[in-house]
């Protein structure tokens, strides 16, 4: 009897915790709907449009409920180029006051910002900047603005752009881990961090390159912007200028005055002509961007595909491999478009450097399906390199930023070899019992034999040449031809359009108006897909939300240490052949 009761009271315990829970998801979704339907309210007159350039910009408006809870609002290249454009045209919205930061983005949206932001002064509306700290992109895209000032103890980072590639082989020997890799491309360099203890002569030529041609990109707007000769940027640059006195930077040009925080808001309300006393009506990115209905009927739809490229979502670990293209919900999400009636053109804006070549191959059979009911344009963001070329090559059309970093065709497999931290450093021993030569095939009791590796070899030339086949169709171009401008080899957007992996130079819009032009389309409209998670799935995905914290948090605590943990944590999900970019240095 008394177990009785005691599993009567367990189970009525379980059944309140049960109602508690479901309660408080219940009330975060009726908080989260109101939070959405009152984001979209009406412009107020003599507003101004605030754009917060600080913290790490995405590709697409991820519409993170949790966020809004919170006060928090996102930063995407989607929004913010989309609210630009909107203010541009609203008779409400008097100018934009730009908040700048630590923006971590890359160079190829802050070009298609700084551009947008460019178009937006031929309305003749004021833009005015302000930092206490500003990044070299943030201060990139403020060059654009009227007035830039900053605070008075402030700084601009400028310094040019230059970093380290660190390299692991010599401390995982330490453990007895190695990695073997098979490869095709000289400049197929990604595998280099694990296997080689220096920057190859191939890799430092490729990566020299890409650098100097963002650093020139930088230079010329910038010198046009502000008026200042290109020499003396880069004379500023030598000499660290980030750490001198906040005076000399009005005196270089760089800004236009110094100014506390309470000083350029009380500056604004005066070119608002309004007192001192009255608020000013702020509008944000996400407020304007969002201001107007969603698209029905027959639109362009605009397809956001950024980060690694995967077969399936990786599980939830400490180790945050951040946004993913996932080939599986990839290809449904294309299948769907194809179906879909209203939609009359595909625009797909790749970011990515790649990842697994299975993946690739599959996303790029189902873009070839798709485009032979409808035309597909690709955008190239930042990168769109190696797996992420792999799957633009067979599109109608491709559009990328002089800026973007592109090509790198070329295959690797990349396989642990721990057999000496088991059999030497931990003493284990192992016996293995088989019917064939190769029935166990990478056993962990000792290297891969030459046979094996010559298989491995053999697997992964079949995989370049699968790519360069895909490459030589979509571009019409011969196998030869291919060749000599691939062997993974990194190009600038600048580069690739002489040589023909690119048709044209420019951003997101020049993509979408050579969409319509293909579907014939005079009165476009556009759509954004996939489409966000709703409120339900974004509380079910918290868990992953607590994983990231933490993820950034052992950033900062093992610094230049946190890679090579990443990466060992990140083999055990990864398919072995990959289509992949070599590290990217990020401008900050």
Request: proline share 2%; with cysteine; glycine share 8%.
């Amino acid at each position: 009897m008394k177990d009785f009761f005691k599993n009567v009271f367990a189970t009525m315990l379980g059944m309140f915790l049960f109602g508690v829970v479901m309660s408080f998801f219940g009330i975060l979704c009726i908080i989260g709907i109101g939070v959405a339907s009152t984001a979209t309210n009406d412009i107020k007159n003599n507003s101004v449009l605030v754009i917060k350039l600080d913290g790490q910009m995405t590709e697409q408006s991820e519409d993170n409920i949790m966020n809004k809870i919170n006060g928090i609002s996102g930063l995407s290249f989607e929004n913010t180029v989309k609210a630009i454009r909107k203010a541009k045209d609203d008779k409400n919205i008097k100018g934009i006051y730009i908040e700048a930061g630590q923006l971590g983005a890359d160079l190829a949206q802050a070009e298609e910002i700084q551009n947008t932001l460019l178009d937006f002064k031929k309305s003749g509306k004021w833009i005015v900047a302000y930092g206490e700290q500003f990044s070299t992109l943030s201060y990139y895209i403020s060059s654009a603005a009227d007035k830039v000032y900053m605070n008075k103890e402030g700084m601009v980072n400028w310094i040019g752009i230059g970093g380290e590639k660190v390299y692991y082989k010599n401390l995982l020997a330490k453990f007895g881990i190695k990695f073997v890799t098979t490869k095709v491309g000289k400049y197929k360099s990604a595998v280099e961090t694990l296997t080689a203890d220096n920057m190859s002569a191939a890799d430092r030529e490729q990566t020299e390159r890409y650098l100097n041609g963002w650093w020139s990109t930088i230079l010329n707007t910038v010198s046009k912007n502000r008026d200042i000769n290109k020499d003396s940027l880069n004379a500023y640059a030598d000499r660290a200028i980030v750490l001198e006195d906040a005076e000399n930077i009005v005196k270089y040009k760089m800004v236009d005055g110094l100014m506390y925080n309470d000083e350029v808001k009380s500056k604004i309300k005066k070119m608002l002509s309004i007192d001192q006393d009255e608020t000013v009506n702020q509008v944000s990115v996400d407020d304007m961007a969002g201001s107007d209905d969603a698209t029905t009927g027959k639109h362009i739809a605009v397809y956001y595909a950024y980060g690694d490229i995967v077969d399936e979502a990786s599980p939830q670990s400490v180790f945050s491999n951040g946004h993913q293209i996932v080939g599986k919900d990839m290809c449904k999400d294309l299948q769907d478009l194809a179906n879909n009636d209203d939609v009359e053109a595909v625009v797909i804006r790749i970011n990515s450097g790649g990842g697994s070549a299975y993946a690739s191959e599959q996303i790029w059979h189902q873009i070839a399906e798709l485009k032979k009911v409808k035309p597909v344009v690709v955008s190239m963001s930042g990168a769109a390199a190696s797996g992420g070329y792999y799957i633009s090559s067979d599109a109608n059309w491709i559009v990328a930023d002089p800026s973007t970093i592109t090509g790198s065709i070329g295959i690797f497999g990349l396989f642990e070899d721990m057999s000496e931290l088991y059999t030497k450093k931990l003493g284990i021993n192992y016996a293995e019992v088989k019917t064939n030569r190769n029935s166990v095939f990478g056993a962990s009791g000792h290297p891969f034999t030459p046979e094996q590796l010559g298989l491995l070899q053999n697997n992964v030339n079949h995989g370049y040449m699968i790519f360069k086949k895909r490459v030589a169709e979509g571009r019409h171009m011969t196998l030869d031809q291919v060749e000599k401008i691939a062997q993974g080899r990194v190009w600038l957007g600048e580069d690739a359009v002489k040589i023909k992996l690119v048709d044209e130079l420019g951003g997101l819009d020049k993509a979408v108006a050579k969409a319509a032009k293909l579907a014939k389309d005079t009165d476009y409209k556009t759509c954004s897909y996939p489409a966000p998670k709703s409120i339900f799935e974004q509380i079910l995905n918290t868990e992953q939300n607590n994983y990231n914290n933490l993820d950034e948090h052992l950033q900062m605590l093992l610094g230049e240490y946190y890679e090579p943990f990443k990466i060992i944590s990140d083999f055990e999900h990864m398919d072995k052949v990959q289509a992949r970019l070599p590290y990217i240095i990020k401008i900050k």
